[in-house]
């Protein structure tokens, strides 16, 4: 038997033998289940998170710890999750966890980003570590969100449980721009294409954080609700907001095919107090923009369709 390279003789004997070994055995798996089950009926988790191994468990009793899990919902009046990595389940019956990375386009299946609020990548406490801009934490949430994601956020608390003065200062400044545009994130769904804008993201998926991009005043990610469609531009636009949204490259007269003038009750800025006025011209939808900024990081139009009836 070989030695791996770097890793001591003993241990190296017992990663080789892991990594050659068969499928778990029964026994293996009654305690996997076990375990699950303390959890569930134990603590009553909203939320399971698998990291990778669970590839390894075969699909009978993956689909059985799914049913089991997801039946509590009824029982226990609220909704449950179930995080994975990779190809470890089917999209659709659980969340997709990117690990310091995220998704380039919207997605049909739910996803998550687990990061954290500091520069490190790391799930603990680092006591030189440096943070994150507040606007990076803010721009990649409404991203995430546009696209069909959610985004979980690591704060690294001390040993005696207190938050960090960097970490509190990160939640704070995502805290004051939720107080003013939360509505365009919570409860929300994704619209008919997550956004527009000339940013794109150099790379994507798990651990791909580290090519982090900077956003203009021409980046907008979209979200929706009922009758309202929330257009968030990634920077302050300049007099003029315009939406380019789906232009007919081909045509002559360019315009927006996914919202019509004559759909449009009304348009305002979440945090402004006042209707704004706009109109559609060759460039797209063209919002005349506030004196004023109601916040900080990123800027939310709310358009009001009219009622079909």
Not at 88 to 103: C, H, K, N, T
Not at 242 to 250: S, V, Y
Not at 266 to 285: F, P, V
Request: charged residues 30%; aromatic residues 12%; proline residues 5%.
């Amino acid at each position: 038997m070989h030695n791996v390279e770097g890793v001591d003789p003993e241990f190296a004997t017992k990663i080789q033998d892991w990594t050659a070994q068969d499928l778990p055995t029964k026994a293996f798996l009654d305690v996997w289940r076990t375990k699950i089950d303390e959890l569930i009926d134990g603590y009553q988790s909203d939320l399971v998170w698998f990291d990778f191994g669970i590839r390894f468990i075969p699909e009978i009793y993956k689909r059985r710890f799914l049913a089991d899990y997801y039946n509590k919902e009824e029982a226990w009046g609220r909704d449950l999750a179930v995080t994975y990595k990779g190809h470890d389940f089917a999209p659709g019956i659980a969340v997709l966890d990117y690990e310091l990375g995220r998704e380039a386009e919207l997605t049909y299946y739910d996803w998550i980003t687990d990061t954290s609020v500091d520069d490190q990548g790391a799930w603990s406490y680092v006591s030189d570590a440096k943070f994150k801009k507040v606007s990076t934490l803010v721009h990649n949430l409404v991203d995430n969100v546009s696209k069909n994601g959610y985004l979980l956020l690591n704060v690294g608390p001390k040993a005696d449980g207190s938050i960090p003065d960097g970490a509190r200062q990160c939640l704070a400044g995502m805290g004051d721009w939720l107080k003013v545009n939360g509505e365009a994130i919570f409860e929300t769904l994704p619209w008919t294409c997550y956004g527009e804008g000339p940013t794109e993201m150099e790379a994507v998926g798990t651990f791909s954080e580290r090519s982090e991009v900077e956003y203009t005043p021409e980046d907008i990610r979209f979200t929706c609700r009922d009758n309202l469609l929330y257009a968030t531009f990634l920077g302050w636009p300049k007099d003029k907001a315009i939406i380019r949204l789906d232009q007919d490259k081909e045509s002559s007269f360019k315009t927006i095919k996914r919202l019509y003038p004559g759909e449009i009750e009304s348009i305002r800025m979440l945090g402004i107090d006042k209707e704004l006025s706009w109109t559609m011209t060759r460039s797209g939808l063209e919002i005349d923009v506030p004196n004023e900024k109601p916040c900080e990081h990123a800027f939310v139009f709310k358009i009001t369709r009219k009622e079909p009836f």
